[in-house]
């Protein structure tokens, strides 16, 4: 079964099992390796995506479940060359 994911503002379409973590899809099939892998539990927040403006943990969220939804990584938030605001911050800063 294939599904439609909407990441970053770019539609991918994976054939994943629907009940696969999207952390699982984002970092083994699409290659978007910003969002980690801590706990795998829902505790650390390594994890942590953006759905339609709100914070979740994907390593507990199905693809089938955010199907349709619009999905922010941390790569959405700019680029190297571009950094968003956070990413300047933390360059500012110096923070890991
Ligand atoms: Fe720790 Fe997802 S890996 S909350």
Do not use: W
């Not at 699982?24 to 829902?42: E, H, I, P, Q, S």
């Not at 507990?60 to 922010?72: E, H, R």
Request: hydrophobic residues 40%.
């Amino acid at each position: 079964m294939t599904t439609r994911l909407a990441i970053n503002g770019q539609v991918y379409s994976v054939d994943d099992d629907p009940g696969t973590p999207l952390l699982y899809v984002l970092r083994d099939t699409l290659k978007l390796n910003g969002a980690k892998f801590g706990c795998g539990l829902g505790q650390c927040g390594a994890c942590t995506v953006m759905q339609d403006g709100y914070a979740i943990v994907s390593c507990l969220m199905p693809i089938g479940v955010v199907a349709g939804s619009q999905i922010k990584t941390i790569e959405g938030l700019g680029s190297r060359a571009h950094p968003g605001v956070l990413q300047q911050a933390f360059i500012d800063e110096q923070a890991a």
